[in-house]
């Protein structure tokens, strides 16, 4: 069976898609990327295979995330775009009707506003990761709980306890604080998901127009709690996707598909035997050619040389043929 | 007396001529890198923006290297860049430098003011050589800026953008080292016929105006090559401040050229009726003249913490709904966040992109 590809990686999870013709889900896989985005494209590429139980025939690949360009380095994509637009078509693709996208990763949050399926507004957390995925992982393994147990914990309480949410550090000293005071654990927790909706609604939905149908996606989703928060704050139901946390993957597999449908031509991917079977190998160094004194990584494939990136003139990027990406 | 300066963009390039032409000797401060940056936070309160952090950077590298005048420009209104010539000068004498600063204000009443601060400045010259130093130096920014609309226009739309950047960059250098008219207007003509023979493609760009703080619109270095990566990704980038504007608004009291900054204020004025400080003002204005002219897009920035763009950026708001033109803010910081810059420079551009689309569809 021929499908579409679609990878994110990002900053704390990495995840594959398999799509088909018909843009359905055949397939997804959410993995934690632990730092080492170069194993996780592996790691995820081969668990698809093993899962699959077959051989893929991939008619194009899309890749989206901050591991973007490394994806499209290691798989060999079609399309490479940014979470926003990838996030947005994938949203307007299960729901037509979508006016407003919360989404909340690992590292950043967003907030997209739709008008007719085009993306009109947007905005991202700008200096705080407060609320966002490593935030509630840091804070539930402080608390010696699985950040599984988060969510159904919180929706246990009855009375939420007003917690500082403008800073992750304040908000973290504020819980501590109560828990000294003795509040029980499921009250700090579902106030802590008020405040992280406070924040999010004053940082990041600063002065946009909030409007429903609203659907609330990527891994922070998963958190019950914040969903409830939400709704509470909102006074308006939130829509949770079933595919919520691969959601980037499944957009950016859309466009794979639209790319390769509107210019009728093959995929870019390398094959089964490019991506698992070989060494690939980042390394970095300071250019020394100008002041400026970038630091420009390079990556390689046994001793093949696939890409280097990081110099602000393209001197080394260039150096290997140019891709536009946009 | 060996001087000294602070960069901006390519002011350093008109600055260097003039200061030659007042007979002093010229120690320009490095290029900025991440050095630079490094001892400016070092040295700077935590809470200043990043125009004070760099050109403190500037300050140290070129005194370290023997200058020991300064030459900075002062300011007024609410914007803190006004007073950090004197901070400057305070934590350099705390760190043990010796050395004069002269800080250029702008002339109350009459321009010959200006001309008075210029011949102060440079050894036995007279006040018509003083005037004759800034005619040069404008003629030379003048060039600068001519090349860099052309490159403005030619590069999201060349085919081969590095060598468009590579011919600009080059010319940019020959034109900072020569100090003969003839030959300046020689080398921007050139380059100006090489970026015309450059193979473009036939599709309009996108549009997007510039607006917001002076020293991040100017400073490559200070706001990631913004210009640069935006015609990278083919969009054709306006800039609402050139240095000569300034210069021309605050320096020499609206002398040489027409100011359009009244025009401004008054696109301004359904929105925002106060000086707000910095650039605040021009900021709201030239966004509702981007709208008019209907360009795709409104990018504006500021260094954080910058109060003047915070107040505009609240404005801009209403700017964005009533006169339909999406607009969105970046701000810039000692963090190296150049990924994320990237990331929100896709989005936008990507969503301007489908928006004109679906327009286009429309109809």
Known sequence: ?326 | MKITYPHMGNACIAIEAMLQKLKLEVIPPPPISKKTLEIGVKHCPEFACMPLKITMGNFIEALDRGADTILMAGGWGPCRFGYYAQVERDILSDLGYSFEMVILEAPDSRVSELFRQLQALGQNVSIWEAFKALKFAWHKLQVVEELEKKISYVHPRALDKRKAENIYDQALREIKETQDKEEIDQLGISCLASLDQLALRAEEPLRIGLVGEIYTVLEPMANFRIICCLGRLSVEVDNSIYISDWLNDHLLGGLVKKSHRRELVKCAGPYLNYFVGGHGLETVGSTVSYAHQNYDGVIQLGPLTCMPEIVAQSVLKRVSSEEGIPCMTLYFDEHAGAAGIQTRLEAFTDMLRRKKLAKAAMY
């Open chain 1, 1 to 326: 069976m021929s499908y579409y590809l679609g990878v994110d990686i990002g900053s704390v999870s990495s995840n594959f898609v398999l799509i088909d013709e018909k843009q359905q889900v055949q397939e997804k896989l959410y993995l934690r990327t632990e730092g080492n985005p170069v194993r996780a494209i592996k790691q995820g590429y081969k668990e698809l295979l093993e899962k699959r139980q077959e051989e893929l025939d991939i008619k194009g690949i899309g890749t989206t995330g901050s591991g973007r360009h490394l994806a499209d380095i290691i798989l060999g994509a079609d399309v490479v775009k940014n979470e926003i637009t990838a996030h947005a078509v994938a949203a307007s693709w299960f729901y037509p009707e979508v006016r407003t996208i919360i989404e909340i990763g690992g590292q950043d949050s967003k907030i997209i506003i739709l008008q007719d399926a085009v993306v009109s507004d947007f905005a991202m957390n700008t200096v705080c990761a407060a609320g966002t995925g490593s935030f509630l992982d840091q804070q539930a393994s402080r608390l010696n709980m699985s950040i599984y147990d988060f969510g159904p914990t919180a929706l246990k309480s009855k009375q939420a306890v007003r917690i500082a949410g403008r800073c992750g550090v304040f908000a973290e000293s504020d819980m501590i604080h109560k828990q000294q005071m003795g509040y029980p654990l499921e009250d700090i927790l579902m106030g802590l998901c008020e405040a992280l909706v406070r924040n999010y609604l004053n940082n990041v939905g600063k002065g946009k127009k909030i409007e429903a149908p609203i659907i609330f996606q990527g891994g922070v989703a998963a958190n019950a709690g914040l969903k409830i928060a939400f709704e509470k704050i909102l006074q308006t139901p939130i829509m949770i996707p079933p595919y919520y946390d691969v959601m980037g993957a499944i957009g950016v597999a859309i466009l794979a598909r639209e790319y390769i449908e509107e210019h009728r031509c093959n995929t870019a991917f390398k094959g089964d035997s490019f991506i698992i079977e070989g060494q690939f190998n980042s390394s970095s160094f300071e250019c020394k050619g100008c002041p400026n004194l970038c630091e420009v990584v390079c990556i390689k494939r046994e001793q093949e040389i696939l890409a280097y990136w990081g110099d602000r003139c393209q001197k080394w990027e260039s150096s290997l043929g140019h891709k536009e990406v946009g």
